[in-house]
């Protein structure tokens, strides 16, 4: 399909604008381009955000509500939170905007011999960022099926710029509001054995020597928003060799749900939360993609990766995405100590906990 304004594929045979993009398109644009294996998808850009929010009339009351918003009144920022998203999720969409991300939809699901559930992954422009950590800001949405299912969590995504932790963060780091923007991602879901995250330093020395890899069952939601514990294995970055491994808990894993069409939460078995989720072969694989990634991009670097159980072992390692490491980078190497205090640092964003069983479109 051609790329327009509103839309950009990731493997699309045009340039891509990346102003358009946020920083998370941005990347899965940029890895896809340089031939690392990421699910396949597309951007719905930020000039599809900017012309809802001209459409839509809100723009006025963004700027007014958000100005001389102080950060600690818990209270209005919830309100003006609530107020912004109702606006956001219940306005109209242009037609032109819907009819470009419709046609992208169908056109990546032509790929496919059958329909396929695909992930909404929100995009920020203020992911961008050197010096901060978006991860969490704003919301993703999982095993998605069908265009009108899609379409709305589009628009969720849109007004989760505004969630109150968002507004909070922006108003605590002096980021402004002014030029704010929201591209969205629509990939392919990986249907994943086991998921995480890798760094290509130790978060908590700062050793560039070492890659520390995070790894649990099914689907690395779970390990992003603390409710499990996951492995934990470090590996030397010249030798690909592991130096340190930690078996977590792993108690919980987030699969597919076929009879209701999304995913359901099981307790790990006993023998399964004893070992590894991970073999050998494939912390080797996950570390070896992880450099490449820090060799593309030039600094090191926090990525997600997923081991999608349809591929055959040895093509079954996916990125999620690939961003620049900021706690060391940045200097903010205080609060750098425990591991299991830095999963949150790392780069998954969470998921609104009440669309992980689609059934009841919660």
């Not at 969409?93 to 032509?110: M, T």
């Not at 422009?125 to 999982?142: I, K, V």
């Not at 492995?231 to 919980?252: E, Q």
């Not at 940045?330 to 069983?357: C, H, K, M, N, Y």
């Amino acid at each position: 399909m051609t790329t327009t304004p509103y839309i950009q594929f990731f493997d699309g045979a045009e340039a891509p604008n990346h102003e358009l993009l946020g920083g998370k398109c941005a990347s899965l644009v940029a890895l896809t381009q340089a031939g690392m294996p990421v699910p396949p998808g597309f951007a719905i850009t930020t000039a599809s955000y900017d012309a809802f929010i001209a459409a839509a009339g809100i723009e006025h009351d963004i700027h007014t509500l958000l100005a001389d918003l102080d950060a600690d009144d818990v209270v209005e920022v919830d309100r003006v939170s609530a107020q912004l998203r109702f606006e956001i999720e219940s306005r109209p969409v242009p037609a032109d905007v819907r009819a470009d991300f419709v046609a992208a939809y169908h056109a990546l699901q032509a790929r496919f011999g059958e329909p396929v559930p695909v992930a909404v992954r929100s995009s920020a422009t203020a992911e961008d960022l050197p010096d901060a950590s978006f991860a969490g800001q704003q919301d993703t949405y999982l095993w998605l099926n069908g265009i009108e299912d899609v379409t709305e969590h589009i628009r969720r995504c849109w007004a989760s710029l505004f969630t109150s932790r968002a507004i909070t963060y922006r108003l605590k780091n002096n980021i402004p509001n002014e030029g704010l923007s929201m591209a969205v991602a629509v990939q392919k879901m990986v249907n994943a054995r086991a998921a995480g995250v890798a760094i290509t330093m130790d978060p908590t020395t700062g050793d560039r020597s070492k890659i520390v890899i995070e790894a649990s069952y099914g689907l690395g939601e779970l390990v992003v928003s603390g409710l499990v514990t996951p492995d934990n294995v470090t590996v030397d970055k010249i030798m690909l060799m592991v130096v340190k491994r930690v078996i977590g808990s792993k108690h919980a894993e987030l699969v597919p749900d076929p009879a209701n069409a999304g995913l359901v939460e099981l307790e790990v078995s006993a023998a399964r939360r004893a070992v590894l989720s991970i073999s050998e072969s494939e912390i080797t694989a996950i570390a070896t993609i992880a450099k490449k990634a820090e060799k593309h991009f030039r600094c090191p670097q926090d990525i997600e990766w997923a081991l999608d159980r349809d591929l055959p072992d040895g093509a079954n390692l996916l990125l999620l995405q690939s961003r620049p490491e900021t706690v060391h980078s940045s200097g903010s190497t205080a609060d750098a100590a425990p591991a299991a205090a830095v999963t949150g640092q790392f780069g998954i964003e969470s998921i609104t906990r009440s669309l992980l069983i689609q059934a009841g479109k919660a």
